[in-house]
């Protein structure tokens, strides 16, 4: 170890505590001959057997106890679970109740992209190790960041009835509507947020990006009307095109030895990628004007093969989910009841998907017709994207070669933030090993 | 301005992780008309929220620094960092000790900052307070009431 410039033929990188990202994982990585030889993205976030917890419990508790699996994005959690239901009990809601999924929706992702992009992943590329330290130097834009992820929250706040942990949704629709005229301060505080969304797009395009193009399948839920949230059949950019329910047909979750969280494959093709790097490339012509011409303005093309740029997409998104949520509101008609009714009386199941923050976000329940559920099953977009990330690594670290181990293993960081992995809830401590094997 | 802010921090469904927020709701009915009291489960941007415009803040929490359960530590937040060992125990990415540096950062921190670490005896999943925690609750109120008397 006193050798001042040992052979490197084998390199090991350690990352025993990820930091900012939403919870408790590692990283291990063997290099040897310039080859990537180990990849391990290691979730040691303890398993939560939520699926277990819904076996015997009656369907109208699916969306408050799933939403709880989530602290940033309990309200995708309450939409895969509802939709899942009424789709079991066979009913639609009435397009008020829809768009106001659709309002607690953008509240979702403005509040949880704003999160990820300026407070854990913006450090990265201004060489900053955290959040703290670039807003002594950027305290505009940290302060633009906050600001605009409250937009977010108010929406979940004013329609979710709090801020985490929403109780005002139930299968059905909602237990509470709003006036029409309760809107008015959230629409005048949204028409100043796509401001600095619009601001925070052409901020993050500035950035410098690491050069890397991948080959990914991006799978995501694509509507015939509108950028997708809630609704839509699950497509890919390789071909892939089906209803929800064939969901399962498609897609198998693996155990790993090494994490806590199942790695999901599509059958037959092996990694594929969600979230928004997915939506904007399967759905890019339902997004704004603005959102569009800030996409062009950041020089993104229909399909963005950069993960590094994962960061301006979200920006995008954040844009497009404040003009959204304007849309809504102005054309919110209130509805006659906040619910319907939902009965089931026989056996049944139901699939629900729906596109979190992160990605496709897939819930199935068995029920039966006691009203109680039999089986559940819940595949978060992390999990989805755990071996994309891997493969990410494998293809990220061998043009990164040159830099040193500390170089290095930031730039792996960040390739893994580029997903903004939501393992649960997370920490901001960091541990490093690093081991040096002379051949 | 001069307005002075509590905030009582806390899980209410993790055992003595809630001791903030208890003496928090205690404090409420006993605080004078000018003192803010507020909970929060601890999310770091709505803590900066809460104490944005106030002189001074005072934060109540539950710490686990395994120090014995009931010991009650009053810290100064206002010129430096809390100690190491209150970063990174919330369950959310930015806690209290995240939101003060934050907050410093930004120039947005509040004159004086007290933070009041209560040292809870159980965290497990459910609702109930440890006798211990009990205890250092009564002793943060007498100690709050001093602070602002």
Redesign the interface.
Known sequence: MSDPDPPRHTRTIKVDYLA?V?GEGALHLGIREGRVEDVKLKIFEPPRFFEAFLRGRHFREAPDLTARIC??CPVAYQMSACHAVERAAGVTLPRPLRELRRLLYCGEWIESHC?HLF??HAPDFLGYES???M??DH?EV??MG?KL??TG?DIGTFLGGR??HPINVKVGGFYKAPRKADFTPLAEDLLRAADAAEKTVDWVAALPFPEFAGDYEYVGLSHPDEYPMNEGRILSNRGLDIEVAEYEDHFEEEHVPYTNALHSIHRGHGAYFVGPMARYALNHDHLSPRTLAAASRAGLGKVCHNPFQSIIVRALEILYACEEALRVITEYEEPDSPDIPVTITEACTGWGCTEAPRGLLYHRYDIGPDGLISQAKIVPPTSQNQKQIEDDLRKIVPLALHLTDAELQWRCEQAIRNYDPCIS?????LKIKKEEVPS | MNRTVVIGVGNEFRGDDAAGRVAARRLRDLAPDEIVVHES?G?A??L??RWAGAGRVILIDASSTGIPPGTVQRFDASRAPLPSLY??TS????SVA?AI??AR???SLPDTVIVFGIEGGSFEHGTGLTPAAEKGISEVLQLIRNEIS
């Open positions: 900012r939403e602290g940033i999160l407070m854990l959040a703290i330290a807003a002594k305290r940290v302060q906050l992820k409250k929250n801020e985490i809830c997370a920490t901001h401590f | 489960s999310e941007l709505s900066m929220e970063f990174h369950t959310h990415a930015f995240e540096e934050m950062s930004l120039a």
